[in-house]
């Protein structure tokens, strides 16, 4: 198991895109300077969508614009088609994510093509890439489907195969719905290490079914390099229905550095910025570290 893992912090894009409270420009710049603050080295700080289908991300272009450039913290941005790939290709991003849905019905809501024109898609624009930007890609809905149901894991595999003809430094499997359990992660973990022992493997969770926490730990055994958390537990998918909150940065954080797995991100400053957040959105959160405190105290005296 690894002594330590790396958080991405993605409470500025899956962390509101859902929310109907828009948040100003100058509150998700500062959901991304309290990321940086709280020692995230990677933040997913928009996404490249229609704003009239995602009006919460209708500003990606003028936060990339502002993103602070002293620090080495590296910057993702999501892209779901060829347009916003581009656009983010051109944001001066250090990352691109391609998302590519692994069931064909989710697929057609959440970017308007089946599986297997997404793969293509994803291929042809990855060996276009000219500019210093990582390709990496999302296998979204990769534990289940919100209209199909079980993914089998003959066909997530054979995404996975297509996604990995493209060369992408990074492969993130995303439970989009909070369906899988530990069970699930380490054999679709294990399944995708048999194939491909060297790609970095990052997991994107959400704790609808509470099992979010327990999900991170599997994926930590099962030698995950990187997880996907956000302030507070705030997420959700506008195209899925009953998605909700991605796992809490500080939950998880809480978790990891208790069992001796280092994050590089401080706990009290990740409790804060989850305060700022459910300031800024107006309404309770689910992240829990946050209401109980942090233990022991003395913790929180030393950070
Ligand atoms: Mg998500």
Redesign the pocket.
Known sequence: MNNSVEIIE?SPR?GIQNEKKLLSLATKLEMIQRSIDAGASRIEVTSFVNPKRVPQMAEADEICAALPKDTDCKYIGLALNKRGFERACNAGLDEVNFVVVASDTFSQKNQGTDTETGLSLFNELAGNVSDPIAVGVTI?AAFGCPFEGEMPIERLMKVVDGCMEANPFELAI?D?IGVATPKDIKERINAIRQHYPDVPLRL?L?NTRNTGLANAWAGVEAGVAAL?SSFGGV???PFAPA?TG?IATEDLVYMLERAGISTGVDLTKAIDAAQFIEDALDKTVPGMVMKAGVFPQSVAANT
């Open positions: 993605v899956d979204a995303a989009t994107h959400h996907d997420g959700g998918c998605a991605n």
